[in-house]
C-alpha cells in the first residue's frame, strides 16, 4: 500500500503543478472512471468534507461536473452564483469567502473572472482550492480531462502532436491546455486568425499557424475552441461567416486530410462556426467522453487534495 | 528495525495449509454452486488467485469465478494519514447479486479492511452471502467483530508486531514472517 500525495495543496492552475502529479491524477482518475460507471456509483470517501461551489461567472457544463464529482464522492455541497449574492452589493472576495468559510467548509471551487483571483485567495485562506477557470488565465481541470481524453484516444501524449485551434488570446482551455500537453512531452502548435493569437504566444514556445488546413495535416489530435462571443468587446474578427469560412472545420476538410485526427472540443459547441455538425457528431470526435472523463478527473483531484489533510 | 523476523509457517507447511483451505471449501460448496472468489487488492488478490488454483486442480478442472476488489475509496481512514492511498484497479466481471462471495486476504487484523470490502461489494449487487477467508488470523486485535469462516493460521500477537506474507510469485519462496513488538 503505498501512499501518494499531489505536491500542492491547491490546483491553481497546471503551471503550478508537476508531471508527477497529473500522472497520478490520471491513475486515480481511470479507477474513478470504473466507479461511475458501476451499477452504484457512489463512494464514501469524502462523506466527512465539505465543499463550497463558488461560481462569479457562469456555468452549466463545469459546475454540473463539479457537483457530480463532489456527490459521486459523498461530499456535503453548497453552492453559490454572483448573479443571486451579496457580491452585488459590494462585499469584497475575501469577505465573501470567509463568511463561507466560517459555516465550516473544507474545500473550495472556485470559478472567477478575474486572472489570479484563486491564486490570491489560497495566500490568505486555509481550505483548500481548485480552480474551475479565472478569466483569460487557467483553467486546469479542463486541460486535465482534456489530456486524459487523448491518451484514452491515441496513447501516451509524449511525441504526440497536437493543435489547438480558435481564440487563443481569450482562452484559459488554451492557456492551461499548452501547460499541461508539454508538461506531458506532446508538440503543441496554436491555429487561429492573428488578431485572436496573443502578441507574446512565443514565450510559450509553441508552433503557430495561420492556415487551418496546415495545422491540421501536421497534427495527430485538434482541440477546437469555441468563439468567446461574450468576450469579443472589440472587433477581433469582421464577422462569424468569415471566420467559418478560414477556421470553421467541416467533414470536408477533414476527409481531405492525408490521415484520420481527433477531435476535440470543450463546450459548449456553436454549432456551424468552429465545427460543423457532422464533425461534432462523428466517430472522430471525442466530445462525449470528454465530458465523462470530466467527472472522473473532477473526484480525483478532489480526492487526492482532501486526502492530504489530517483530522 | 525490524530484523528480527521469524519464519512461522514455511514452504512445505504453507503448501498444506492451502491445500487445507481448498478442501475445506469444496467440503462446504461441493459443486462450487453460485460460489465467486473476490481477493482484495493486492496480497489477497495473490492468495485468491492460488486458492482457485487449488480448487481447480482438486475438483478435477471446475473453475469458480475470480476478481479483485480495491477499497481504496471505501477505507475509513481516509484523511486519518499523511496522504491517499494510491488505488488499484477493480476487475469483476461477474454478477455478485444472488452468489457467495469468499472474500479473501492474507492477514485479518484489526477488520477495518474486511468492513470496508463488504460495503464495496454491495456497490456490485446484493449477494446472498458473504464468507471471509484469511491465511493469517491475527486475533485480540480485532476493531470491528468480524471473525474469518476459513483460517489458515491463527497467530497472537501484540498490536507493535508485524505479520507479513510473502509470495514464491514475488520472493521465491511461500512463508509467513513474523517480526515482534521491539523491547522499550
Not at chain 2, 487488492?41 to 469458480?64: H, P
Amino acid at each position: 500500500m503505498t501512499e501518494t500525495a499531489l505536491s500542492t495543496k491547491h490546483l491553481l492552475g497546471i503551471k503550478y503543478i508537476q508531471r508527477e502529479d497529473i500522472a497520478l491524477i490520471f491513475e486515480t482518475a481511470a479507477q474513478f472512471k470504473q466507479v461511475i460507471n458501476r451499477p452504484i456509483k457512489k463512494v464514501p470517501s469524502l462523506r466527512d468534507i465539505t465543499i463550497a461551489n463558488l461560481f462569479f461567472e457562469n456555468s452549466t457544463r463545469t459546475r454540473l461536473s463539479f457537483e457530480l464529482a463532489e456527490k459521486r464522492l459523498s461530499a456535503d455541497t453548497i453552492n453559490f452564483s454572483a448573479a443571486s449574492s451579496s457580491v452585488k452589493k459590494g462585499e469584497s472576495l475575501l469577505d465573501t469567502v470567509n463568511n463561507i468559510l466560517s459555516m465550516k467548509v473544507d474545500m473550495i471551487v472556485m470559478r472567477h473572472p478575474a486572472p489570479g483571483a484563486p491564486m490570491f485567495l489560497s495566500q490568505h485562506i486555509d481550505a483548500n482550492i481548485i480552480n474551475a477557470g479565472d478569466g483569460t488565465h487557467e483553467h486546469p481541470t479542463q486541460a486535465l480531462l482534456d489530456a486524459f481524453s487523448i491518451r484514452e484516444s491515441v496513447g501516451e501524449l509524449e511525441g504526440k502532436k497536437i493543435v489547438i485551434v480558435g481564440d487563443i488570446t481569450h482562452s484559459r482551455v488554451a492557456l492551461s491546455n499548452i501547460f499541461c500537453l508539454q508538461k506531458l512531452g506532446a508538440e503543441v502548435m496554436v491555429c487561429g486568425p492573428p488578431t485572436l493569437i496573443p502578441q507574446n504566444i512565443n514565450a510559450l514556445d509553441v508552433k503557430v499557424e495561420y492556415d487551418v488546413k496546415k495545422a491540421l495535416e501536421w497534427c495527430d489530435v485538434a482541440n477546437v475552441l469555441r468563439i468567446q462571443l461574450e468576450r469579443q468587446d472589440i472587433q477581433y474578427i469582421p464577422s462569424l461567416r468569415e471566420y467559418t469560412q478560414y477556421y470553421g472545420i467541416d467533414k470536408a476538410l477533414l476527409n481531405s486530410l492525408s490521415k484520420e485526427i481527433t477531435i476535440l472540443h470543450p463546450g459548449p459547441i456553436n454549432r456551424g462556426v468552429e465545427l460543423s455538425s457532422d464533425v461534432a457528431d462523428s466517430d472522430q470526435s471525442i466530445i462525449l467522453q470528454q465530458v465523462e472523463n470530466g467527472v472522473a478527473i473532477r473526484m480525483a483531484v478532489l480526492f487526492l487534495l482532501a486526502g492530504q489533510k489530517r483530522l | 528495525m525490524k530484523k528480527r523476523g521469524k519464519n512461522i509457517l514455511n514452504n512445505e507447511r504453507f503448501g498444506l495449509t492451502l491445500t487445507r483451505l481448498g478442501h475445506q471449501i469444496i467440503e462446504h460448496y461441493p459443486d462450487f454452486e453460485n460460489l465467486c472468489i473476490i481477493g482484495i487488492q493486492e496480497s489477497g488478490v495473490r492468495f485468491g488467485e492460488r486458492i482457485q488454483q487449488i480448487l481447480q486442480q482438486l475438483s478435477g478442472g471446475k473453475s469458480v469465478p475470480f476478481g479483485k476488489l480495491d477499497i481504496t475509496f471505501f477505507r475509513d481512514d481516509f484523511r486519518r494519514r499523511d496522504a491517499p492511498i494510491s488505488a488499484k484497479s477493480t476487475e469483476i466481471d461477474f454478477l455478485v447479486e444472488g452468489k457467495t462471495v469468499l472474500i479473501v486476504d492474507d492477514v485479518l487484523y484489526t477488520g477495518r479492511t474486511i468492513h470496508a470490502a463488504m460495503t464495496a461489494i454491495q456497490n456490485f449487487g446484493r449477494p446472498d452471502k458473504i464468507e471471509l477467508m484469511v491465511l493469517v488470523d491475527r486475533r485480540f486485535n480485532r476493531h470491528f467483530p468480524i471473525e474469518a469462516d476459513y483460517t489458515g493460521i491463527t497467530v497472537d500477537a501484540l498490536d507493535d508486531s508485524y505479520v507479513r506474507v510473502d509470495w514464491k510469485e514475488e520472493v521465491g519462496k511461500d512463508r509467513i514472517m513474523f517480526y515482534p513488538a521491539e523491547r522499550k
